[in-house]
């Protein structure tokens, strides 16, 4: 049995440095700013990690 299936939860730092798996009680009790990303698919995490530089409209060809 995985820590999911236990109902931890697998969730990302505000400043996006570091991700860990969280049993609910630890969220509610010191890490409810931490952001929960369990079932994101790959895109949707890999895209909130490295964000697209917001200048990269002005170096496209």
């Known amino acids: 049995m995985g820590l999911k299936d236990q109902g931890f939860k697998f969730c990302i730092s505000p400043d ?3 991700g860990r798996w969280l049993h609910p009680a630890e969220i509610a009790h010191g890490h409810q700013d931490w952001l929960d990303v369990t079932e ?3 895109e949707k995490l890999v895209a909130y990690l490295m964000p697209q ?3 990269q409209d002005l170096f496209a060809a």
């Open 53 to 55: 530089p917001s200048q």
């Open 40 to 42: 994101w698919p790959d």
């Open 16 to 18: 996006r440095q570091r």
